[in-house]
């Protein structure tokens, strides 16, 4: 049976190790980059693929690439595309040139946003929002697929690359839209490498490293290009509010989107699965349950970002000392404080947007 | 069991008829249109779909296309390229609109010849061809894959719109590189209408109606594009010399190539599979077997334009008057002189390429 990993769907991935044994992917080892970020320090980002070429080429100040995609298919991102950004920035502070390409082709192909809407979409929202999550714009250069035909020419040229049977074992599917979006995500990842060769890093959640595995094959089977194989951090989910694995649209309750309301973020909070004992008295004596805690969870991934806090509250709860409802007061505060900033990013970057660095070819 | 014609391979299909009925094709009438030509006159043209609409088009003057593909993977062309360029140019002197595409996004992804390449060999010989076959270059619009990217991406938009089984059974193989291959035909074949709705003529060989019928089928399913499906015009494979049901490449002595030295030509003819008797005494008696001779069927097919001429030949050889010797001599004759015009013409053509309609989006 092949194991598959549905970058499209949102199959449940309980065990981590599983995954990194299943597909040979290294464990992450913060303790290989300089200043790791939140995310590289809290195990957030628990894998990866070749990282010692990138964490050298930093050593060395060596060229090398960081690269992600906008789904402009939403107007609104989540958690997990914050973290996707996080990284990315993270890479860009330690040197690497930075992509961000507007799947525009994607978008209008598997969900039937039209190219315009979709540029509309990322001009006016997502690449603001990015840039606001820690983006910088002026060491960033952007693309729209639709307007690289380069792209759409190497994603052709990749499908005699890559058999059935291998899409298959990769995906679990292999409709003729999904073939035709992941090779076109495959000259994504190689399109800076196509003038110049060096390594390169994507950070993707954990359901997107099919599309790193693919991109390797081919790579490997394009010994003539001589391309430098893409790196990835692999990161964990956001858990659920309501305890389920991954957030997700289907239960709004369970998921807060960015931007949203903070009132309304608050209220989410509020309500989310706990590690609070039944009683005051049982919390007091025995401390909270933080493994099952969303919202310790939630705030260890993005809310707090200084680790001696975290510890504290940690140490705190833990004991018992802190209640349930007393770490989500904390956590709402912090969460109010976060869309409000997220906000007033989101509003400043949108005036400059036109002036970026976009690639037409 | 799909029923599978591979426009990729040479597959034998020993009877049309079987074709027209599994494929519910439409069985051609050549007194539906004005002028017909040889081919279509002389059942070469056997079977078509949707035929009614250009033939209302023709006479009722509206605007309707003509459409065919350069595949530059070779250096000579073949019979059955001149049947396409013979039916184009008919419907071009019918008033069609009439569109010529380089095929080489196809050519480098299947074949690995170099965009640059495929460039060099449609300008330097398959467009002045094409001329020399007949196409009038000023009423036509000539585009290289390449450069037309509103194809490439109706090519991605079109993947959402056929599933992975349908693929199969049409083209009994969906490998990623075909997928990619059929799609972008699905957008050039579209192409014409993508500003303008109108009926549109493919004139094919029957190895490539798996094309026609999934374009068909994806027009069918994007009502609101509101697309003509295309017609088509299916013709017979020009016979193998040595008696084979078509011309393949891997059989040399089997094959006249395009250009080919006119001597080569001529001795090729010469050692093909004839209809004649094994003595000339019961030649005379019997008259020829006309249906196994590979020389009449060449001259049916391209070497006699006048039907008198034809019949006349038909009768003598047919009632033994004519030896196979002499009617190899008539058909040297002509073959070499076709071969001198040629040559002729696509020396002439050459030297105005560069000066033709070329689209690039």
């Known amino acids: 049976m092949a194991k598959v990993i549905d970058p499209w769907g949102s199959t449940l991935i309980e065990d981590y190790n599983k995954l990194i044994s299943d597909f040979y992917l290294d464990r992450f080892d913060p303790k290989e980059f300089p200043n790791p970020n939140r995310l590289m320090r809290r195990g957030v980002v628990f894998s990866g693929l070749d990282l010692k070429v990138i964490a050298q080429a930093i050593k060395e100040k060596k060229p090398f ?13 989540h958690f997990g595309t914050k973290m996707v950004v996080e990284m990315v920035s993270y890479f860009q502070q330690q040197g690497a040139k930075t992509y961000i390409l507007v799947a525009d082709l994607e978008a209008e192909a598997t969900r039937g946003v039209s190219l315009e809407e979709a540029r509309k979409r990322a001009m006016e929202f997502h690449i603001p929002a990015y840039i606001a999550l820690g983006l910088d714009p002026k060491k960033t250069t952007f693309y729209f697929q639709s307007d690289n035909i380069e792209v759409v020419h190497a994603a052709y040229k990749f499908s005699k690359k890559v058999t059935y049977s291998q899409f298959h074992a990769l995906y679990g599917d292999s409709s003729p839209d999904r073939i035709f979006a992941a090779l076109t995500q495959v000259g994504d990842i190689l399109y800076p490498q196509f003038k110049k060769r060096m390594p390169g890093v994507i950070p993707v959640g954990c359901d997107q490293c099919p599309h790193i595995l693919l991109t390797r094959d081919i790579v490997n089977r394009m010994k003539k290009e001589n391309y430098f194989p893409p790196s990835a951090t692999f ?9 389920h694995f991954k957030m997700s649209k289907s239960m709004p309750e369970s998921m807060i989107e960015l931007p949203e309301d903070p009132k309304s973020a608050c209220n989410k909070i509020k309500r989310a699965v706990s590690g609070g004992r039944d009683t005051l008295e049982e ?7 933080i493994e099952k805690d969303m919202v310790f969870e939630l705030m260890k991934q993005h809310l707090v970002e200084d680790d001696g806090e975290l510890n504290k509250i940690y140490e705190e709860y833990k004991s018992g000392r802190m209640t349930s409802g007393e770490l989500k007061e904390i956590a709402c505060r912090k969460i109010v404080k976060f869309m409000e900033d997220l906000e007033k990013g ?10 970026l660095n976009f690639v037409k070819l």
Do not use: C, F, Q, W
Request: a positive charge.
């Open 283 to 289: 919390h007091r004596k025995l401390g909270a349950v």
């Open 65 to 77: 690439y960081a690269l992600s995609g906008i789904m402009p298919t939403s107007e609104k991102i």
């Open 346 to 355: 989101i509003k400043k970057a949108r005036k400059d947007v036109n002036k």
């Open 235 to 243: 990161h964990k989910y956001t858990p659920s509010l309501n305890g």
